[in-house]
């Protein structure tokens, strides 16, 4: 019976700590301001990306928060606003490709984009556009 209450009572905290952790990330990101879907995919035009890319970039960064006033931006630092590590990152790129009907590149490929390491939404866009013309 010890080891029952024992096991209630660390579920009980895990369920505790996820909720007060995912209450603070909410409010942290309540004040972010980013751009509308249409003012985020008429940006990324202007520089001849596909609105089926920056949309699907946009749709997935903007489904990560709960919120539906949350509207990612171009600036946004992925890693320190989703708090995510780049192997996340790397699972938000697989998706976003697949999305769009892509396949994943080969590490070599993705080696050979002329671009810096995927920080931001507007990295995310750029490179899922290079792949998308690489293909």
């Known amino acids: ?26 409010k942290r990101l309540e004040g ?3 751009l509308s879907r249409e003012d985020f995919v008429a940006h990324f035009a202007a520089q001849e990306v596909p609105s ?3 949309q699907a970039v946009y749709d997935t960064f903007k489904a990560k928060v709960r919120r539906k006033e949350f509207m990612p931006s171009p600036d946004m630092q992925i890693e ?4 995510q590590l780049g192997e996340d990152t790397d699972d938000d790129a697989r998706h976003i490709l697949k ?7 080969t590490d070599q490929s993705r080696e ?4 810096q ?8 866009v750029s490179w899922t556009d290079w792949v998308r013309r690489h293909q």
């Open 99 to 105: 999305l769009i009907g892509i396949s994943n590149p």
């Open 52 to 54: 089926v890319v920056s």
């Open 80 to 83: 320190a606003v989703f708090e």
């Open 112 to 115: 050979s984009w002329p671009g």
């Open 1 to 26: 019976m010890t080891i029952l209450w024992i096991v209630l009572l660390v579920v009980l905290f895990c369920v505790i700590g996820s909720f007060v952790y995912l209450s603070q990330r909410e």
């Open 117 to 124: 390491e995927v920080r931001t939404v507007a990295d995310m």
């Open 32 to 34: 972010y301001s980013g």
